[in-house]
Nanobody, 123 residues
């Protein structure tokens, strides 16, 4: 079955950086759009970034544009999220998600989800 496993979360000071990774198995990774979403306590899950299956196109939420970069390595079945200039409001559980031939921001279109990794940014 499809399995997505995130790693790389942790505690960082404001202004710092983290790199999240998501290793995928059980799917044809090269035809999956891969996204990152996050959920803060008491808030709904929100879109962060997505990358097309070819890796040629990316989209970002306005709140992270210019600070976060999504990338993928289809040879390793892995998607990454490089997060720079982190702010306390970036604190959330970050989820990796996959969708066959879809690369948009609607979480309802993603059928595969990881378990999440906690990112905490201290002020």
């Amino acid at each position: 079955q499809v399995q997505l496993v995130e790693s790389g979360g942790g505690l960082v000071q404001a202004g710092g950086s983290l790199r999240l990774s998501c290793a995928a198995s059980g799917l044809t990774f090269s035809i999956y759009g891969m996204g990152w979403f996050r959920q803060a306590p008491g808030k709904e899950r929100e879109f962060v970034a997505v990358i097309r299956w070819s890796g040629t196109t990316t989209y970002y939420a306005d709140s992270v544009k210019g600070r976060f970069t999504i990338s993928r390595d289809n040879a390793k079945n892995t998607v990454y999220l490089q997060m720079n200039s982190l702010k306390p409001e970036d604190t959330a559980v970050y989820y990796c998600a996959g969708s066959k031939l879809y690369a948009g921001s609607d979480p309802r279109r993603f059928g595969s989800w990881g378990q999440g990794t906690q990112v905490t940014v201290s002020s």
